[in-house]
């Protein structure tokens, strides 16, 4: 039987290959077969695995939220699309980065 493992790291993005910029970019270097998390990096192969970085915005505008991976990665639904209560096609959140910025509830 094969074996599979799926590592998610919520909260951060793949940036560019810039020390300054992208502070994760080292982060993993000596588990990973010397695989910097930059965007240039993905695909990556191994023996016997492949790393992928995937696009948490799910081609909806706005910023990501957790709840929006979460829910696709347990039921495989794209949620911001197909949810009512998000007829504005955004993530889903608390709240969302726009009512930060404008005071509404």
């Known amino acids: ?5 799926l590592i998610f790291i919520d909260g951060i993005g793949i940036g560019e290959k810039n020390s300054i910029r992208n502070p994760i970019l080292n982060l993993f270097t000596d588990i ?5 998390l930059c965007e240039d990096s993905f695909p990556a192969f191994f023996p016997g695995g492949t790393a992928l970085a995937i696009d948490a915005c799910l081609a909806v505008p706005g910023i990501p939220q ?5 829910i696709m990665q347990e039921r495989g639904v ?6 009512p209560q998000q ?12 009512d930060f910025q404008t005071g509404d509830p």
């Open 66 to 70: 957790s709840v929006t991976g979460q």
């Open 78 to 83: 794209d949620i911001p699309v197909i949810s």
């Open 32 to 36: 990973s077969l010397g695989l910097l």
């Open 1 to 5: 039987m094969e074996k599979i493992i």
């Open 87 to 98: 007829a504005a096609d955004r993530h889903c959140g608390l709240r969302n980065a726009e």
